[in-house]
């Protein structure tokens, strides 16, 4: 039995021989593998240290890695730090994931002191630039100073600008560029010329929203700049401008001043004024007037017309070229009406006076003719209408008036322009003195 017993106990320990040598190298490649690991945590930890403490507000900050793992514990006085860490430890090679446990710090003491080194270190910069800014500034006053030298010549802009105003623009343009030069060279000596870019985009924001707010300014402005170029008038001129006549005054940065043939002054937005149909009378020497008339029925059409056309054309002031003419226009109820017109020279004459004047001369000549020019006339039925007796179509000839055209009323009076005259003497008064704030000048191009 005890033999039994000790075959049995040699079976067994030749047995599990083999399996104790297994499980024993097993063990032995799980610890190589652990320490492999361990030594890549470490040197995933360092690499991570090693980057950390070479940048600011990280030193409160502790790195434990584990498989792969990042942990980050501690604190930090500024939220945008902590994103950054995230985005740090993400490069390192090795790195399977992050736990960011880092917080803000509510240190008061923590958070005033990077503030008092800041600003310490801030004043010790500014301190130490205040040397390059006073050159800054003297190459700034300097570029400015010349702008402001070329822009106040007279010559070259009064030369090259159709008018006064147009060269003031430019002299303003010539400041403006000296001084965003100025602001220029002075950065660029500071080494801030990046600042450059920020500084204009705020000032094209700034200046599109004061834009929108006075846009009808600045309308009224762009409009006065292209008629003072255009010149569609000049001083004196004779004007409509929706509905508004009179004389031009002046044109300004802001409206066109008219005198009215009332001697009222109406003034008309610039902006209104380019956009509206201009009529202007002064602009031809050569104006036509026109006289509508009537005559009764029954009178030699043909000899009326050529005794209009020939009282007419016999006056001084009228010009043989173009020539006067009447002719036939309407048939009313009590006459047929008629129209006559005739040529003058503004510059001689004034048309309200030579209007007048052709009418009371056409009047005597056709009083004289015997024509007659009723007025209109009413019948009114008080019994039935076959009993109302019918006028005769030919009207008797009227015998001329004895003494209703005499020597004196026959002799044919020149037709100056009095009230034009006077009307121009009140423009030059206005205009006296005030040169300077008109963009019309006599000497520019007209369009």
């Known amino acids: 039995m005890t033999a039994i017993r000790f075959l049995f106990l040699c ?60 942990l980050l514990r501690g604190t930090m006085l500024d939220a945008g730090r902590v994103e950054q860490l995230d985005r740090l430890v993400g490069r390192v090679d090795g790195v399977v994931a992050i736990d960011n446990e880092v917080r803000l710090s509510t240190s008061v003491t923590e958070r005033l002191t990077p503030v008092w080194e800041r600003l310490v270190a801030r004043v010790t910069q500014a301190v130490a630039f205040l040397p390059l800014v006073g050159v800054a500034l003297v190459a700034f006053a300097l570029v400015v100073w010349f702008g402001y030298f070329i822009a106040r010549l007279r010559r070259p802009w009064d030369n090259i600008a159709p008018n006064a105003f147009i060269a003031e623009i430019y002299r303003n343009l010539i400041k403006l560029v000296a001084v965003v030069a100025g602001i220029i060279v002075g950065l660029d000596i500071l080494g801030a010329s990046a600042l450059l870019s920020t500084i204009l985009g705020a000032a094209g924001i700034v200046g599109l929203a004061i834009g929108f707010a006075v846009r009808d300014t600045v309308e ?19 004007i409509e401008i929706d509905g508004d006549e009179g004389k031009v005054i002046r044109l300004t940065s802001r409206a ?47 000899a009326a017309k050529a005794l209009a056309e020939e009282t007419v054309a016999a006056l001084p002031f009228v010009l043989t070229t173009p020539t006067a003419m009447a002719w036939t226009t309407t048939l009313n109820g009590s006459d047929i009406g008629m129209s006559v017109v005739g040529w003058i020279d503004q510059r001689e004459t004034g048309l309200f006076s030579a209007r007048s004047e052709a009418i009371r001369q056409l009047l005597i000549a056709f009083d004289n003719a015997g024509i007659e020019m009723p007025e209109p006339t009413y019948r009114l039925l008080t019994q039935a209408s076959s009993e109302v007796p019918v006028p005769p179509l030919q009207a008797a000839p009227l015998t001329p008036r004895g003494g209703a055209a005499t020597a004196a009323d026959d002799t044919v009076q020149d037709a100056p322009a009095i009230a034009e005259h006077e009307l121009e003497r009140m423009v030059d008064e206005e205009r006296r003195g005030t040169e300077t704030n008109d963009l019309l000048t006599v000497s520019s191009r007209q369009e």
Not at 45 to 55: G, K, S, T, V
């Open 220 to 238: 009224n402005f762009i409009a006065s700049v292209l008629l003072s170029i255009r010149q569609p008038f000049r001083p004196n001129d004779a």
């Open 11 to 70: 079976f067994a320990l030749v047995v599990s021989v083999p399996v104790l040598a297994q499980d024993g190298t097993i063990t032995t490649e799980e610890g190589a593998s652990a320490a492999r690991q361990a030594e890549s945590d470490a040197a995933i930890a360092n690499r991570i240290r090693d980057i950390i403490h070479q940048l600011d507000g990280y030193e409160d900050v502790t790195v434990t890695v584990k498989a792969g793992v990042v």
């Open 256 to 302: 066109t001043i008219l005198l009215s043939w009332d001697g009222n002054h109406i003034r008309i937005p610039n902006a209104t004024v380019y956009k509206s149909r201009i009529v202007n009378y002064s602009r031809n020497a050569e104006r036509r007037f026109k006289i509508d008339f009537g005559v009764a029925y029954g009178t030699d059409l043909v």
